[in-house]
């Protein structure tokens, strides 16, 4: 069942863009915000998580003996996944209310458990 802040198509790109280590590094960061941060469960939340799971990837990626071209596509690239990341951040920050345990758990829950 769809956790009623999170759409479906959402839960299927988790599942088929991440892989296993990038899945547990996005529900941690979930996770931290959720609790320590203290963000709604939206999709707000999923695409800031997403953001932050993207930029690890390209700096798990980069290599130090990478070309002048691959190096600037690189920066270009976290440019504009950084923007996102801020972007989303700004609007969990404005929206911050108070979520109970329970739906913070069903929330990450919903991502961790395949259909």
């Known amino acids: 069942m769809p ?10 790109q988790f599942l ?10 996005f529900l941690k960061k979930a ?4 609790i320590v941060e203290g963000y709604s469960p939206c999709e707000d939340l999923y695409h800031y998580c997403y953001f932050l799971t993207l930029k690890e990837r390209i700096r798990s990626l980069s290599g ?3 070309g002048g071209l691959a190096r600037y596509l690189v920066v270009e690239v976290t440019k504009d996944v950084e923007e ?3 972007m989303y951040k700004e609007r969990l920050e ?7 345990f329970e739906e913070r758990n ?3 829950r919903y991502l961790e458990c395949p259909d």
């Open 3 to 12: 956790h009623q802040s999170l759409p479906q198509h959402l839960k299927e």
């Open 64 to 66: 130090h003996n990478a």
């Open 94 to 100: 404005k929206n911050k209310q108070f979520v109970s």
């Open 106 to 108: 069903q929330f990450l």
């Open 16 to 25: 088929r863009e991440f892989n296993p280590a990038e899945r547990i590094f």
């Open 31 to 34: 996770r931290e915000s959720l």
């Open 84 to 86: 996102a990341i801020t």
